[in-house]
């Protein structure tokens, strides 16, 4: 495991020469130690003592334990550069290996070398303490019962591969952070814009990106486009998605509600949003307003027409027929993500009618 870790070639794709393959990004070192794994298991499948089967199980586990914590420590000394190189390597060693191991749960040998495994520390356990189960075995007819069949549900690697997934969420989690660290300080101009006094552009063919849009939607694109690179597609997935959720939450509380909108400023931000941010994660899915609802919503209520925008205030402020029928003027105008409270909220931040 030493020297996997320590190639030059590491955390390069193992595959990378075949595309068909290299979705997954397959690590050098990851890929290695698999094939470590299936080794020794291809030598002792065909031992017939079975307990001398369950020694080598033992011994892979703690392998993968150990090479969980390597990979673990290496990440804490790979966050130097926003999006560093060995980090997602890292994390798509984690991916394969959780892959790997779900797919190897499922096969009849660790199925069979399981199920002995879990019958022999059920008997050790009761030749142990026989006395002690003999005086409770009727109390724990139904709770034995219970766990045998959730002894049957489970496999030999749902445990490691419980704390594999643990620390991919946490990886995926740090960079997300450290991705919005540098989304958030290039947003600042955005923030500041002077929402409150933008002018109406009566052609719309004449609008175009807010200058200070550029700088925040430059490192969202390089940023997704350098992920999309370098990590599993099915990782890239969790992240871009995890990326547009925190954003819409961000951008919803930290501009929208932060600002009040002339005409101009709500028609601007509907432009700058629909247009420029929602089309960057459009190259990933064919709906990407779907991930930034708040941000649409408010949209449309910063955009409606002064009598609509009045009528709605009203209805949402003093109609007694309760919460339903409140919800119900929201879902007319295809807003489904704001509550009656925050829609009347980014009702009062619009500067441009008399509400």
Known sequence: MDKFLSLE???????????????????????????????????YCNVTDKDCQISFLDLQLELLDDFRLRLHQLSQCQMQET???????????????????EEWNNLPFFLHLYSYKKRKSVCESLLRDTEKHLASIKKKETKSSVNAEEDLE????????????????DLLQTMCDRVMLDIKAKSRPFRKEKWFCMPVIEDKKLMGLSLSAYPM????????HSLQELLAKPLFTKM????????????????????????????????????NLFPIFGAYTAKPENYFKL???SCILLNLSSAPAMLLKETLKHHQEGFNSKNSALGELGVHSLSPSQALIILSQRNHTNL
């Not at 999006?83 to 191991?101: E, Q």
């Not at 909108?261 to 432009?271: D, I, K, P, R, T």
Request: include cysteine; proline fraction near 2%; aromatic fraction near 12%.
């Open 217 to 224: 939607l430059e490192v969202i694109n390089n940023s997704l």
């Open 154 to 169: 489970s496999s030999v690697f749902d445990e490691v591969i419980g704390f594999f997934q643990h620390m991919q969420n």
């Open 240 to 275: 871009w998605q995890q990326i547009a959720m925190e954003l819409n939450i961000y951008i919803f509380e930290e501009v929208i509600l932060q600002n009040s909108f002339s005409e101009g400023g709500a028609a601007q931000l509907h432009f700058d949003m629909t247009r």
């Open 9 to 43: 070639t590491a955390w390069k794709s193992r595959y990378q020469e075949e595309s068909d393959l290299d979705d997954m990004h397959v690590p050098e070192s990851a890929e290695l130690f698999i094939t470590l794994l299936l080794t020794m298991t291809e030598r």
């Open 83 to 101: 999006i560093p190189f060995n980090y997602c390597g890292i994390m798509n060693a984690i991916h394969y290996i959780t892959s790997v191991l």
């Open 295 to 297: 941000i649409k919503d």
